[in-house]
T-cell receptor, first 112, second 116 residues
Framework: QQQVKQSPQSLIVQKGGISIINCAYE??????FPWYQQFPGKGPALLIA?????SEKKEGRFTISFNKSAKQFSLHIMDSQPGDSATYFCAAGISGTYKYIFGTGTRLKVLA | KAGVTQTPRYLIKTRGQQVTLSCSPISGHRSVSWYQQTPGQGLQFLFE???????NKGNFPGRFSGRQFSNSRSEMNVSTLELGDSALYLCASSPRLADRSYNEQFFGPGTRLTVL
């Protein structure tokens, strides 16, 4: 029940295309869903996060879609750029705690 | 504002030894969490410290321990190292405000531990 399942494991997208990464969870106590971006040799950096009271949140080219009934959420990267090539992690947590459960990561490569 | 600092960045140890890793959170942040990152298991939560007290703990053996000092700096210790402990150890900090709606954590660059 503590797992967060992330797919796909890897993704190749053409420059200007849309990258879509999906995550699913089981524990309905989760109420905070962040996405992190990690470049080689660096720690994960917070990209965008969402709570279950909204179905979508957009920040620049990054959008999170959230489906509470299906217990799924996804990251959309619009107009993908080569600089977006990195590993993306979804995570789930409970407000007031800092024990995040992370997905297994998606390695994104954007071709120039 | 300076980010999360972790020292050392790289460490090589042999089986059976022990190791101590250090983390300095962002100034003003009082919560420090530790994660282990491996290719096979991904990012796994170790523990969280706030006000020098462990608040949450993951599913790791007792060989993994930590502590937090009054200035919010934190250390984690791994005793009797095993080959499987080779990993990137990440520290994350947060202000841990009274407002429970705030959950953002900011990660440091990590310490790469290699156990031979």
């Amino acid at each position: 029940q503590q797992q967060v399942k992330q797919s796909p494991q890897s993704l190749i997208v053409q420059k200007g295309g849309i990258s879509i990464i999906n995550c699913a969870y089981e524990n309905t106590a989760f109420d905070y869903f962040p996405w992190y971006q990690q470049f080689p040799g660096k720690g994960p950096a917070l990209l965008i996060a969402i709570r279950p009271d909204v179905s979508e949140k957009k920040e620049g080219r990054f959008t999170i879609s959230f489906n509470k009934s299906a217990k799924q959420f996804s990251l959309h990267i619009m107009d993908s750029q080569p600089g977006d090539s990195a590993t993306y992690f979804c995570a789930a947590g409970i407000s007031g705690t800092y024990k995040y459960i992370f997905g297994t990561g998606t390695r994104l490569k954007v071709l120039a | 504002k300076a980010g999360v600092t972790q020292t050392p960045r790289y460490l090589i140890k042999t089986r059976g030894q022990q190791v101590t890793l250090s983390c300095s959170p962002i100034s003003g942040h009082r919560s420090v969490s530790w994660y282990q990152q491996t290719p096979g298991q991904g990012l796994q939560f170790l523990f969280e410290y706030f006000s020098e007290t462990q608040r949450n703990k993951g599913n790791f053996p007792g060989r993994f321990s930590g502590r937090q000092f009054s200035n919010s700096r934190s250390e984690m210790n791994v005793s009797t190292l095993e080959l499987g402990d080779s990993a990137l150890y990440l520290c994350a900090s947060s202000p841990r405000l009274a407002d429970r709606s705030y959950n953002e954590q900011f990660f440091g660059p990590g310490t790469r531990l290699t156990v031979l």
